[in-house]
């Protein structure tokens, strides 16, 4: 089992920035990557960013050049530095880990991003 427990999520203006941070703990020797979801009201819960245990990153086209996800291994936890915030960028964004066998998820952190 793997747990997730995100944090930094909040309110900001349009232009701001915010860290997200995730930390895992468990059986995280059987993580291959991990990644950050978001889900606005009314949509689906959509891919923001990923990262692999090589440190290979993808990220969605909506947000490349102004997010990015990181990890810390010693602190196994990973980040997302989102900057040039937008209002469509407004969700809840959750932290997520592929096992060997499953997909874990994190509670989830809202964030706000106000006009």
């Known amino acids: 089992q793997v747990q997730l427990v995100e944090s930094g999520g909040g309110l900001v203006q349009a232009g701001g920035s915010l860290r997200l941070s995730c930390a895992a703990s468990g059986s995280i020797f059987s993580i291959n990557a991990m990644g950050w979801y978001r889900q606005a009201p009314g949509q689906q819960r959509e891919l923001v960013a990923g990262i692999t245990s090589g440190v290979s990153t993808n990220y969605a086209v909506s947000v490349k050049g102004r997010f990015t996800i990181s990890k810390d291994n010693a602190k196994n936890t990973v980040y997302l530095q989102m900057n040039s915030l937008k209002p469509e960028d407004t969700a809840v964004y959750y932290c997520?880990?592929?096992?060997?066998?499953?997909?874990?998820w994190g509670q989830g952190t809202q964030v706000t991003v106000s006009t």
């Open positions: 997520n880990a592929d096992g060997a066998s499953r997909r874990y």
